[in-house]
């Protein structure tokens, strides 16, 4: 015969059952507080952290946040974001990196239950580049990590805020001998892949002022040594040979680094040339060769910057260059028409002047011995013209007026001439065709 147990004993053994199914936390079924007791206790112990914490006594505070943290999640945004302040200010004042274990736990679980990973990793990023600041590699390396990891997942989203931390603690690393050039130059590369093409779309302030952040901890940090600056755009211009930005911030990155001899700086500058003729790049393209010796392509390439160019004194300049290449070739009359129009278009430049007297000094205007030493007259009033002007050129010019002074005509030569006294006007013919004055060669 079948036992019957007493109702009251079958009504307190499926309570006993079904108890543990009713009272799960919320870390157990995913919901934000846990049920009965459990989400009493969830929200009590809320309740109480929060009292704590507004008192900014976070030790009593942790003691209630830390049920909550490990036994409902889900339960408040504010749970996470007041956990991460906690330890932050907890690491701040003992320097025990237990804390920040505690820190990175907190926000891997923002993470699970709140999603935004990038921008999590970038919050993260910031607060462990913050406590990084004395040198600590451990905690740079740690904060670079979570900066590269929210690159990665917010891509060109990426807050320009972050771009700029990015790269400040690439340059800690190289400066700390972590990173090498490459690295850093590569990172470089990263973040203006991502701010440049924003930039171009819709030219924010704010991706504008990060972009020239970044350009300047770069350009200051030292890490943009020609090697590394070559060997990284080489393939980024064989990529992209048509795209202008890219190869100005290429033109600009190498003069920064004193890299305009390079076969990278020669390519760049031609290419930006061929698809946007312009002052600039025909003086960079002109500059270049000049260096390099290749007179004939700079005299083109300046002549192309002055025809372009509506600066006067960038024009002046470019005159200038091609005067001084004239008179590398000996063809000094061109050099001195040359210089002519680079002081009609600057007067205070000196070394225009200085060119006329150079392309002056031992021409031979006849057949007449005196009329040739006459010329020395008139190169000398340009040397004294280009120091008077610029004060800068009186070393050099000085040692040409002396050389020159010293094969002036003598007294007897001048009187064999009719001339009898210095400072009298004196024509000089030929193609100098100037009117000078009369000066007696010192004799011992």
């Given at each position: ?23 799960q ?36 505070a ?10 409902c ?14 330890f ?9 990196k ?5 820190m ?87 973040v ?24 300047m ?81 700079a ?7 002055i ?87 009186t ?14 005509p003598?007294?007897?030569e001048?009187f ?29």
């Open positions: 015969m079948r036992s019957i147990l007493p109702k009251t004993l079958t009504l307190l053994f499926l309570f006993l059952v079904t108890l543990p199914l009713s009272a936390k919320g870390i157990e079924d995913g919901s934000k507080f846990g049920h009965n007791e459990d989400s009493v206790n969830c929200r009590k112990n809320l309740s109480l952290y929060r009292t704590y914490y507004d008192q900014e006594n976070f030790e009593m942790l003691d209630f946040w830390r049920p909550v943290f490990f036994e999640p889900a339960s408040s945004a504010n749970l996470h974001l007041h956990g991460i302040t906690m932050k200010t907890l690491y701040a004042q003992t320097s025990d237990a804390y920040i274990d505690s990175n736990m907190v926000y891997d679980a923002r993470i699970k239950y709140f999603g935004r990973e990038g921008y999590n990793e970038a919050r993260r990023g910031m607060d462990l580049w913050s406590f990084g600041q004395n040198g600590d590699i451990d905690l740079l390396q740690e904060s670079f990590n979570s900066f590269e990891k929210a690159l990665e997942l917010d891509g060109r989203n990426t807050d320009p805020n972050t771009l700029t931390l990015f790269m400040g603690v690439t340059q800690k690393l190289f400066d700390l001998g972590v990173f090498n050039n490459g690295d850093v130059i590569t990172n470089y590369g990263k203006m892949d991502i701010i440049e093409p924003r930039i171009a779309a819709a030219s924010k302030a704010t991706d504008i002022a990060a972009r020239d952040n970044i350009d901890i770069f350009k200051a940090g030292g890490a943009a040594d020609c090697d590394g600056l070559i060997n990284y755009f080489s393939g980024k211009i064989k990529e992209s040979p048509d795209d202008t930005e890219l190869l100005k911030k290429v033109l600009s990155l190498l003069d920064d680094a004193a890299c305009t001899e390079s076969d990278l700086y020669f390519a760049a500058a031609e290419s930006l040339y061929e698809h946007e003729k312009s002052a600039t790049s025909a003086a960079h393209l002109a500059q270049m060769n000049f260096d390099r010796g290749q007179m004939n392509r005299e083109h390439y300046f002549k192309e910057a025809s372009l160019e509506e600066e006067t004194t960038r024009k002046s300049s470019y005159y200038t260059k091609l005067a001084a290449i004239r008179l590398n070739d000996k063809d000094n009359r061109a050099a001195r028409d040359y210089a002519r129009q680079a002081i009609e278009l600057n007067p205070a430049s000196g070394t225009p002047y200085m060119i006329i007297g150079n392309a002056y000094a031992g021409v031979k205007v006849s057949d007449d011995e005196f009329e040739n030493q006459a010329v020395y007259w008139v190169a000398v009033d340009y040397f004294q013209k280009a120091k008077q002007v610029d004060p800068s050129l070393s050099n010019v000085s040692e040409y007026i002396s050389i020159y002074s010293g094969i002036f003598t007294k007897t001048c064999f001439r009719s001339i009898t006294e210095e400072g009298a006007p004196y024509k000089v013919g030929g193609w100098i065709n100037e009117t000078t004055t009369v000066r007696f060669r010192k004799e011992s």
